[in-house]
């Protein structure tokens, strides 16, 4: 069992829809992350996020608006998505948001646009 | 030309195969070094983890920088089914949080 859990499993919405992905880590850890997973492209970092303070936004479209109410909670809100958002979102956690804290991934949410 | 170059296979080798998994990358500020494993519908899980150049070896697992050549590798002695997977390369600076990954190579070891 993955100590970061990611709801839900699977996601389809519509272009017009307004949905939220939701990541809970039990880890204890002060750093949470958003990836996007596409086919054939490597891991496309998001957002990042120490002690609940935004640190990194990697030129995301406004489409997408995360949100960490603490150190164990990430929702990532998704409204008037394209169907080339379609992708595996990712999840992950580090104990700190530095280069020698490594990454704990949840199994990712599905999405697909229609 | 992408930061880091990684052949995404497929690769299918026989059970009990040696495996070389490689990673080519253009930025010489790359100091820290990571493999990870992703298992069908599951998300990445790190494997191994080296500082600079050497090796590193944990059980059938060496992981092998080379910093001159800005080429790294993954060898898995004596393969089993269970091993098959997509094998991500990811490296990083020393400073920042931004860790860059490869595209992936999808693996499977046939019994």
């Known amino acids: 069992e993955t100590g970061v859990t990611q709801t839900p499993r699977h996601l389809v919405m519509g272009m017009t829809n307004k949905k939220s992905l939701k990541c809970e880590q039990h880890l204890g850890h002060n750093a949470m992350y958003w990836y996007k997973q596409s086919a054939k492209k490597p891991l496309e970092l998001m957002f990042v996020y120490s002690l609940e303070e935004r640190v990194e936004n990697n030129s995301v479209p406004s489409r997408f608006s995360p949100e960490c109410p603490n150190s164990s909670h990430l929702f990532l809100h998704l409204h008037t998505l394209q169907p080339e958002d379609s992708a595996l979102y990712l999840c992950a956690s580090s104990q700190t948001e530095n280069y020698n804290s490594p990454l704990h991934f949840g199994n990712g949410t599905r999405l697909t646009v229609t | 030309q992408k930061e880091v170059e990684q052949d995404p296979g497929p690769l299918s080798v026989p059970e009990g195969a040696i495996v070389s998994l490689n990673c080519t990358y253009s930025?010489?500020?790359?100091?820290?070094f990571m493999w990870y494993r992703q298992y069908s519908r599951k998300g990445p899980e790190l494997l191994m983890y080296t500082y600079s150049s050497g090796n590193k070896e944990d059980g059938r697992f060496t992981a092998q920088v080379d910093k001159s050549s800005k080429y790294i590798s993954l060898f898995i002695r004596d393969s089993q089914p269970s091993d098959s997977a997509t094998y991500l390369c990811?490296?990083?600076?020393?400073?920042?949080?931004?860790?860059?990954f490869g595209e992936g190579t999808q693996l499977t070891v046939n019994p």
């Open positions: 990811a490296m990083k600076e020393t400073s920042g949080s931004r860790l860059t």
């Open positions: 930025n010489s500020a790359f100091q820290y």
